[in-house]
């Protein structure tokens, strides 16, 4: 399993960013599909998930600024951003696994397969 994210770059504060990431190697269908991000200095936390049913789940902090949406016919998952604070900055990875139960989605330790990460950088 290989999964690339791209997208990432340096945006003005309420500005937008539009992450993907591409899978190979899985049948993308029956996987969950995670958002997570990591600042400096500070532990990977959730951003958000799409399970294999179309089901999303989001974290509080960025509910209603971003979307993550998945094309299973493309192998693709994708975060767009939209009004990006300071404290958005952080490399995202997107991640993927296949057994990930409901009451552990918004864990990173559920997630079996990462990407490289993609760095955001927000300035106030």
């Known amino acids: 399993v290989q999964l690339q994210a791209s997208g990432g770059g340096l945006v003005q504060a309420g500005g937008s960013l539009r992450l993907s990431c591409a899978a190979s190697?899985?049948?993308?269908?029956?996987?969950?599909l995670g958002w997570f991000r990591q600042a400096p200095g500070k532990e990977r936390e959730f951003v958000a998930a799409?399970?294999?049913?179309?089901?999303?789940y989001y974290a509080d902090s960025v509910k209603g600024r971003f979307t993550i949406s998945k094309d299973n016919a493309k192998s693709t998952v994708t975060l767009q951003m939209n009004n990006l604070k300071s404290e958005d900055t952080a490399v995202y990875y997107c991640?993927?696994?296949?057994?990930?139960?409901?009451?552990?989605?918004?864990?990173?330790?559920?997630?079996?397969?990462w990407g490289q990460g993609t760095l955001v950088t927000v300035s106030s």
């Open positions: 190697g899985l049948t993308f269908s029956r996987y969950t």
């Open positions: 991640a993927a696994d296949s057994g990930v139960i409901l009451s552990s989605i918004r864990k990173a330790s559920a997630y079996d397969y």
């Open positions: 799409v399970r294999y049913s179309g089901h999303i």
